[in-house]
């Protein structure tokens, strides 16, 4: 498959804490993006991280990107309780940029 | 930010049976596309669909799976007839620009 983790994974922290989230991929990327999906809605770009870029911020949000080792990793700043999502990584591909999703990480904040 | 909407959110039908599955696109966006997402698994590029022709296929998007978009009405797909495995969650999403925009999805149970 396209990634490396099969299966969503879970992490729960306390408001406050800072937490990042790993993707690795397997075939060619230009581009990797983050999604936020909240429960019972559709996925939300949140971060989007460019092959020519190594690093990304939108608030309190840092994307990394390492093409050598095909790995981008997704930071959040002193977690907030509305932070409670899963967060998927994608890459693009294609002449129309069908997007490949990892299984992403459901985080919980707060109990 | 724009809405793409999906009706119906629910669908329970009988194995065999017909559904048609019914995306609103946001208004000027030109590529359109279908996700399935199985409980608890990543989510799946099924097709997409760009100037009345579908450009690109999985091999989910099954014989039996068809989309089309009449007159610049409704994205819809059609399943026909219908399989225990079709059962999931459907997302639709299109785009202008590079981001795609997804629907809340349609969660499909086949019987």
């Known amino acids: 498959s396209q990634w490396g983790e099969e299966n969503l994974q879970a992490l729960s922290i306390q408001e406050g804490e800072d937490v990042t989230m790993n993707c690795s991929y397997k075939t060619y990327t230009t581009v990797v993006h983050w999604y936020r999906q909240d429960s019972g809605r559709g996925p939300a770009l949140i971060i989007l991280?460019?092959?020519?870029?190594r690093e990304k911020r939108s608030g309190r949000l840092r994307a990394t990107l390492d093409t050598s080792s095909q790995s981008s990793s997704l930071s959040i700043t002193a977690a907030q309780c509305e932070d409670t999502a899963v967060y998927f990584c994608a890459t693009e591909a294609g002449s129309f940029n069908k997007l490949t999703f990892g299984a992403g990480t459901r985080l919980a904040v707060c109990p | 930010g724009p809405k793409v909407l999906q009706i119906p959110s629910h669908q329970i039908i009988d194995m065999g049976q017909m559904v048609t599955l019914n995306c609103d696109p946001v208004?000027?966006?030109?590529?359109f596309y279908w996700y399935k997402q199985i409980l608890g698994q990543q989510m799946e590029f099924l097709v997409n669909?760009?100037?009345?022709?579908?450009?690109?296929k999985s091999k989910l998007f099954k014989d039996q799976f068809s989309v089309e978009r009449p007159d610049g009405s409704y994205f819809t797909l059609k399943i026909q007839p219908t399989a225990l495995e079709d059962s999931a969650v459907y997302f639709c999403?299109?785009?202008?620009?590079?981001?795609?925009?997804f629907g809340p999805g349609t969660r499909l149970t086949v019987l």
């Open positions: 669909f760009y100037n009345g022709k579908v450009m690109e």
């Open positions: 999403a299109s785009r202008r620009g590079y981001e795609q925009y």
């Open positions: 208004s000027n966006h030109l590529y």
């Open positions: 991280i460019r092959s020519n870029e």
